[in-house]
Nanobody, 125 residues
């Protein structure tokens, strides 16, 4: 059973920064693409950023492009999401998930099979 655990969320003022981490329990982590998603109250879970197995390809939603950076350290089985210039509309529960394949970096949550419990990010204005 693969376990995925997020950390690093919190309360920050608009314009501030946070770094989220996602640790996976298995060494096979390095062979899979990974994604960060977020879900605000009353809204669907949406893609934020995705990264392929090697870290050579990254993808971002327009709303976070230029402010967020996804990266990974396969030696540590960890994926990161650096979030800068945070805005109140970034407030949500952030989830990390493992793709079903090494190459699939699609936007749909259905393409991801193992999910963490989520970490709350709150941005005050």
């Amino acid at each position: 059973q693969v376990k995925v655990v997020e950390s690093g969320g919190g309360l920050v003022q608009a314009g501030g920064s946070l770094r989220l981490s996602c640790a996976a329990s298995t060494g096979t982590f390095r062979t899979y693409a990974m994604g960060w998603f977020r879900q605000a109250p009353g809204k669907e879970r949406d893609s934020v950023a995705r990264i392929n197995w090697s870290g050579s390809n990254t993808y971002y939603e327009e709303s976070v492009k230029g402010r967020f950076t996804i990266s990974r350290d396969n030696a540590k089985n960890t994926v990161y999401l650096q979030m800068n210039n945070l805005k109140p509309e970034d407030t949500a529960v952030y989830y990390c998930a493992r793709s079903r394949t090494s190459w699939s970096t699609g936007r749909s949550p259905l393409e991801y099979d193992y999910w963490g419990q989520g970490t709350q990010v709150t941005v005050s204005s």
